[in-house]
C-alpha cells in the first residue's frame, strides 16, 4: 500500500484549547502512529492576515510547536517547522494565485464571516488565505489533510486548483489532497454556548478549556458549562436540540475514544451532576500531562528552536524540488 503524506497547520495566535487538541492535535498524534509521513507546520503566514505584534510573532511560534510535542507529535517522526521558513509556500502560492479565480474566494465562507460589511477594506492577505493554504498543501504533494468541518471549502479549492494546473498544462503533477475528518470532536463548541465554536478569541475564558489551564479550572469550567434542566438523553438523536448537552457528551467521547452513543449508555437518564465530575476527571487526567510538558518546554526555548529549525529543512528538501518542477513546466528560465 502506498504510503500516505500527510500535512496539516494550525495559527500562532492565542493559546491553544480543548478544541484544537480534540479536533486536529489527538488525531495527528493517531496519524503519526500509523506510520504515515507527516507533515505539521505552524502556519505563521497565515497568522499575518490580521495585525500581529512583532515581538510576540516569535514567541507564538514557539508555544505552538511546544504545544505539537506535548500532545505527542515526535519530532523523530514528524516533520514540524514554521511556513514562513519554507520560501517555497510564498512561492508556490503566487504561481497557483494566477489560476485562482476571484469567484471563488469571495465566495469563502470563512472569508465572508471575518470580511462582514467591509469587504473592500480587508486585505489581500485575508481573501488570498485559501490559495496559501493550497500552496501549504501542494508543495508537498500531500496526499491526505486532516481539517476541521470549517475548513472543508479551503481544502475542495486546493483540490480545484491542483486539477486547473493539471488540466492546463497537460500533467499529473499535483495529487488530489483528501480530507481527513476524524473523531467525534470534529467541531468542539463554546462551554458557555453550546451554538458557537470554541475558540481562542473568545472575550470570556470560560467559554474554553486551555492547554495551559491547571486541574481547578478545568473541573471549574466543566462544572459551569451550560447544559439544561433535564438529565442526559439515552440516545444520539436526543441530543440534536441541546446544544449543550452534545457537546459535552462530544467532549468526553472523544477523550475516551468512544462514540457518543456507547457514552450514552453508561450516563443516559443521569443527572449532570453525576456526568460532570466524571467528564473533568477525564479531561485533567488527559490534559495535564500536556500542560506540564508545554511548561518544560517552554523552559528551554532553545531546543524548541532547533526542532523548528531541523524541521524547516527538511521540509525545504521536499518542497524546493516540488517547486522547482512547478516552475519547470511552467516554462520558468533557469541556468
Known sequence: MTKK????????????????????????VDLQKQGDECIFC??????????????????????IAAAYIAAGIDPEKAII???????????????????????????????????????????LGLFAYPVLMAADILAYKATHVPVGEDQKQHLELAREIASTFNTRYKVEHFPQPEPQILGEATRVMSLKDGTKKMSKSDESDLSRINLTDDAEKIAAKIKRAQTDSAPLPISVEELKDRAGADNLVTIYASLMGRSKSDVLKEFGGQPWSVFKPELAEIAVRHLSPITERMSDLLAHPDKIDRILKDGAEQADIIARPILRETMDIMGFWRA
Open 5 to 28: 503524506r500527510i500535512f496539516s497547520g494550525m495559527q500562532p495566535t492565542n493559546n491553544l484549547h480543548l478544541g484544537n487538541y480534540l479536533g486536529a492535535l489527538k488525531n495527528w
Open 42 to 63: 505552524v502556519v505563521d503566514l497565515h497568522a499575518v492576515t490580521v495585525p500581529q505584534e512583532p515581538d510576540k510573532l516569535a514567541q507564538a511560534t514557539r508555544e
Open 81 to 123: 517547522f514554521p511556513q514562513s521558513a519554507v520560501a517555497a509556500h510564498s512561492q508556490l502560492m503566487w504561481l497557483l494565485a494566477t489560476m485562482s479565480q476571484m469567484g471563488k474566494l469571495e465566495r469563502m465562507t470563512q472569508f465572508k464571516d471575518k470580511a462582514g460589511k467591509n469587504t473592500e477594506r480587508v486585505g
